[in-house]
């Protein structure tokens, strides 16, 4: 048999094309190789034997079961393919992840690093600060995350009927939250940038000194009307009024003092704290929940109060010696500088970062709150994911100034005259009415009784410049938040998230002051439902039970069930 190599097959029948000289080894005058092929009877798989086969298949299954089968068939491989394709996928997306959610230890506590997977099982280990990071967390700002987002296709829905008719108040709405453990490593590595003022220092007067006759007062130094201007002309370094005016450092000599082992507490480093205050014994405090067994051990709940509610908590043994109710860190300020007590309540409301020098980010809440999610996923809802640094509520149903001080002046949240003094000087100023022109700017009137945080330098000069106007003005701050905010956005690039009072209502639950609570009617007696026998028909006859018999429940096995016989009656007569 002559060898040669194999030519191109054309048909089904094995015929061969014929083949073309080779231009490297034959020349055009070699006679073309004969090519043999092997008998199709030694080979099953030859053109015919297949035709047959399928013949064969075909009738005796049909065509249409042949064809269903092949499409069973079809399918199951690309299901296996794209199994295998998204498997390996997913195994280096979290091989990425495991790579890159590596978290350095404090440096006095290890030199090693452990991944969030393993902070589940270990509550010991506190967040790192910027100084000692040596590596980014897993999602950071302004990157794309690694995994889908849980929240991403959630809608949102607007706020469930009431379900009482006469209560048409308020209500909360759904909010996605992430799992705390990736609310946790959605932090931001480092913090964030502050535009244009990057260096904000304070002023400290020991002896100041009223120049102007507008209102103030001591603690806030009597900022006068061209040191207030200033205050909103930003560079780079500012040096501006942020109360304790009188003092080198907050919470000493400062007219709103805290013990020496609370001040050293005070200045530890944090990530995250939550505050609260109760001045006047105004509120009872409420606990809060559902707070996850990490934040138990590494986010610090600080809770301000005066000697006057100290007092009251001693003489009720509600606090003892180790200075804690439940996850609150009793905090006592004495000397306060105001007579009014919710005045007072503005100094931690607006100054935690004088207070708390060493902390990334807060959350406050006014006393009469109880928080019901864990602050990590609060963070990571209203601030982490908005890419904000500043977060508030407006309020639910009043956007407008001059709309809110008219409903102060109706309620007597104030002095009348006072509130109108207000409002005419920042009438002089430009207020105007709200209006669509504002756009996105949704509301000039916060809900201000939580406010999430991040210490950088241009939101700390906001809450100096928006305690300045309370101290200044009257102590209801819904009416001098838009006129700081305003100011401020009008000189840099920076915006505060004002989310929606039902997301507020979601987190934080609302209870009553202590003085309404006192106030109220007591409950009224739970309602007595008394059952009576059902009647009986004509002709019944009913069989009393001596006094001071009991009968008995139980029966016995040997008993035998006994029917009391009616005199004159027959089988249709009922007994009971």
């Known amino acids: 048999m002559t060898g040669g190599s194999f030519g191109l097959r054309t048909g089904s029948y094995g015929s061969l094309l014929q083949q073309q000289p080779i231009q490297n080894g034959l020349s055009h005058n070699q006679p073309t190789p004969i090519l043999t092929r092997k008998s199709s009877k030694l080979l099953l798989s030859g053109s015919r034997e297949k035709e047959r086969v399928l013949l064969f298949v075909c009738r005796f299954l049909g065509r249409k079961r042949v064809t269903m089968l092949l499409l069973v068939v079809l399918a199951l491989l690309v299901f296996v393919f794209n199994s295998f394709t998204v498997n390996r996928e997913s195994t280096n997306v979290i091989m990425t992840q495991h790579s890159e959610n590596v978290i350095p230890f404090r440096e006095e506590m290890s030199s090693s690093s452990v991944t969030f997977e393993d902070m ?18 897993a999602v950071v700002r302004g990157n794309a995350p690694l995994l889908p987002h849980h929240c991403e296709n ?9 379900t009482d008719r006469k209560r048409y108040g308020p209500r909360p709405c759904p909010v996605c939250y992430l799992p705390v453990e990736q609310a946790i490593a959605s932090m931001p590595s480092y913090p964030s940038e502050s535009p244009v003022l990057h260096n904000l220092t304070y002023v400290y007067d020991e002896n100041p000194t009223r120049v102007e006759p507008h209102r103030g007062s001591e603690f806030g130094g009597f900022p006068t009307l061209k040191q207030r201007n200033d205050s909103y002309d930003i560079k780079e370094s500012m040096m501006v009024h942020c109360g304790f005016v009188n003092a080198s450092k907050p919470g000493h000599r400062s007219g709103f003092d805290v013990d020496e082992a609370d001040l050293m507490e005070l200045e530890m480093y944090h990530d995250v704290i939550v505050a609260s205050a109760v001045f006047g014994n105004y509120d009872i405090i409420q606990q809060p929940k559902n707070i996850s067994e990490f934040s138990r051990k590494n ?3 600080y809770l301000f109060i005066d000697e006057e509610t100290e007092a009251y908590m001693k003489n009720y043994s509600v606090l003892g010696d180790s200075k804690r109710i439940g996850l609150w860190r009793i905090i006592v300020v004495r000397n306060v500088p105001y007579s009014d007590a919710r005045r007072n309540g503005k100094i931690p409301k607006l100054l935690l970062h004088r207070i708390f020098p060493n902390v990334r980010y807060s959350i406050w809440i006014d006393g009469k709150l109880r928080l019901v999610v864990d602050p990590f996923q609060v963070l990571e809802r209203f601030l982490w994911r908005q890419n904000a640094n500043f977060a508030i509520s407006r309020h639910y149903k009043r956007y407008d100034v001059f709309v809110e001080a008219e409903a102060n002046k109706a309620a007597g949240k104030y002095d009348n005259s006072t509130i109108n003094e207000q409002i005419d000087f920042y009438i002089k100023e430009g207020l105007q009415p709200y209006s669509e022109a504002k756009f996105p700017i949704t509301s000039d009137v916060p809900e201000g009784c939580v406010i999430i945080k991040e210490h950088i330098p241009i939101t700390n000069l906001f809450t100096c410049n928006w305690f300045n106007e309370v101290d200044r003005f009257t102590s209801r701050d819904q009416l001098s938040f838009s006129t700081v905010r305003d100011r401020i956005m009008g000189k840099v690039d920076w915006s505060i998230n004002m ?26 007696p739970p309602r007595v439902i008394v059952r009576r026998p059902p009647s009986l028909s004509h002709g019944a006859t009913s069989v009393k039970t001596p006094i001071g018999k009991k009968i008995s429940q139980k029966r016995g096995r040997g008993d035998k069930k006994r029917h009391r016989k009616v005199a004159g009656g027959s089988r249709d007569s009922k007994t009971f």
């Open 154 to 162: 959630f809608a949102f829905p607007p706020p469930p009927p009431p």
């Open 120 to 137: 589940e099982d270990r509550h010991d280990i506190k967040l790192p600060s910027p100084h000692s990071l040596a590596q980014p967390f």
């Open 299 to 301: 986010v610090p709940f």
């Open 499 to 524: 989310f929606l009072d039902c997301e507020r209502r979601n987190f934080v639950i609302q209870a009553y002051h202590r003085e309404l609570l006192e106030h109220m009617p007591p409950p009224p």
